[in-house]
C-alpha cells in the first residue's frame, strides 16, 4: 500500500473522534453557561422573594407576672389554691389572721364616733359661752347703774363713800369676769374654726378620724390577697399558714394567663418595611408542627442597649461597628382551649410586611 492510502486511511479514521472531542466541548460549554444562568436566574427569584418575610429565632414568650405581696404584716391565716391552679380575677389567693385588723377598724369606728360627740359637745359648749357673757354683760350694766346712783348722792351725802367705791370695785370685777367670758367664748369659737354652724364633716379632727377609719378598713381589705387578673399561681408552697408575713414580703408567684405576647429581637436590619400591624406567623420549640398567628402590635423606639445600666462608649478610637437589635412585641392570636403558653418559652416569628422587591432596587 502507498504512503498517500494510508495518511488517507488515518485521516478517515481520526474524524470520528475529533467530531466526539468537539461535541463535548460544546456540551462542556453549554452546562458551564446553563449553570450560571440557572445560578444567576434562582439567586434572582430568591432575592426577589426574600425581601417580603423578617424571620427570627431570638423570640421568646412574655407575660405579664409578678410576685404577690402585701403591704400589711400578719400572720397568713389560710392558702385556699395550689400550685399551677388557674384562678379568676378577684379569687382569693391567700389570707392573714384577721384579729388585729378587726380591732384596729372597731377602734377607728369608736374614735369616729367620738370625734363627732366631742365637736357636738364644743358647739354646745360655745352657746353656753355666748349666754354666760350675756349674762355677765346684765351684771355689768346693773352694777354700773348702781354706781351711778351711788356717785350722784355721795355728793349730797346721802350715802356714804364707802359705799360708792364698794359699787366701783365691784363694777370693774364684773367687767374682768364679763371680758374672761369673752375670751372663753372666742376660744370655743376658734375650735369650731370660726364658724359656730360648722357641719360635723367639716371639722379637722373629724376628717381625722375618718382618716383613720378608711386606713383601718385598708389594711383590714389587704389582708385578704386577691388575685388581680386572670392567672396561674406558683411556688406557692414558699407560703405556708402559721407563716409572719411581714410587709412587702414575697408570698409566691402570679402569671397571667390572658394577657401573653412574643418578644422578639431582629436586627436593625431586617426590619425596613417592618410596620405596626404586620400579620406575624409564630412557632414554638415546645410544640412542632403548630402555628399560630399574630400581628406586629409594636416596634420599640430605641434598642435595648440605649436602657442598659452601662451603655456603650462609642467615643473610643477602637469602636467596632455592631448591628443592632429592635425589640419587637407581637400580639398573639390565641384560641380557646389551646395549647398552654408558658413565659419564657422560645419562639420562631415570620413577619410578613407585604413588600415585593423589583430589580430596580438593584439600581
Known amino acids: 500500500m502507498s504512503q498517500s492510502a494510508t495518511t488517507y486511511q488515518g485521516d478517515v479514521l481520526d474524524r470520528p ?9 460544546l456540551l462542556r460549554a453549554s452546562l458551564m453557561i446553563g449553570g450560571v444562568l440557572a445560578v444567576i436566574i434562582g439567586g434572582g427569584a ?3 422573594s426574600g425581601g417580603r418575610w423578617v424571620e427570627t429565632d431570638d423570640a421568646y414568650v ?5 410576685t404577690l405581696s ?3 404584716s400578719g400572720i397568713v391565716a389560710s392558702i385556699p389554691v395550689h400550685e399551677g391552679e388557674r384562678v379568676k380575677t378577684g379569687q382569693v389567693l391567700f389570707t392573714l389572721d384577721p384579729q388585729k385588723f378587726q380591732i384596729a377598724l372597731d377602734n377607728a369606728k369608736a374614735n369616729l364616733a367620738q370625734t363627732r360627740l366631742n365637736i357636738e359637745s364644743m358647739k354646745a359648749d360655745y352657746q353656753a359661752a355666748l349666754r354666760d357673757v350675756a349674762s355677765k354683760q346684765q351684771q355689768v350694766n346693773a352694777d354700773q347703774a348702781t354706781y351711778n346712783r351711788l356717785a350722784a348722792l355721795v355728793k349730797t351725802h346721802a350715802v356714804t363713800q364707802q359705799e360708792t367705791d364698794d359699787a366701783r370695785f365691784k363694777l370693774a370685777s364684773d367687767q374682768q369676769a364679763m371680758r374672761a367670758a369673752e375670751s372663753q367664748a372666742r376660744a370655743q369659737l376658734a375650735k369650731l ?3 359656730p354652724d360648722i357641719k360635723v364633716e367639716d371639722m379637722p379632727a373629724y376628717k381625722q378620724a375618718q382618716a383613720q377609719l378608711a386606713e383601718a378598713q385598708r389594711e383590714m381589705n389587704h389582708s385578704v390577697v386577691r388575685a388581680p387578673y386572670d392567672g396561674i399561681v406558683t411556688q406557692v ?3 405556708q399558714p402559721g407563716m409572719y408575713l411581714t410587709a412587702g414580703t414575697a408570698a409566691f408567684g402570679f402569671v397571667s394567663t390572658d394577657h401573653v405576647w412574643v418578644e422578639a429581637q431582629p436586627k436593625e436590619t431586617q426590619l425596613t418595611y417592618a410596620r405596626a ?19 406586629v402590635q409594636s416596634i420599640a423606639p430605641a434598642t435595648d442597649q440605649s436602657f442598659s445600666l452601662l451603655p456603650a462608649q462609642n467615643s473610643s478610637g477602637n469602636w467596632v461597628k455592631v448591628v443592632q ?18 413565659e419564657g418559652m422560645s419562639a420562631d416569628i415570620a413577619i410578613d410586611t407585604g413588600h415585593v422587591r423589583t430589580l430596580s432596587d438593584l439600581f
Do not use: C, E
Open 62 to 66: 412574655q407575660a405579664d407576672s409578678m
Open 46 to 48: 430568591y432575592w426577589l
Open 17 to 25: 473522534a475529533s467530531r466526539a472531542r468537539s461535541r463535548k466541548g
Open 70 to 72: 402585701t403591704d400589711v
Open 237 to 239: 408552697n414558699k407560703l
Open 325 to 342: 437589635r429592635i425589640p419587637v412585641r407581637v400580639r398573639l392570636d390565641l384560641k380557646p382551649g389551646g395549647p398552654p403558653l408558658h
Open 277 to 295: 400591624g404586620d400579620p406575624v406567623d409564630v412557632s414554638f420549640d415546645l410544640y412542632p408542627n403548630r402555628s399560630w398567628k399574630g400581628v
Open 193 to 195: 374654726d370660726g364658724n
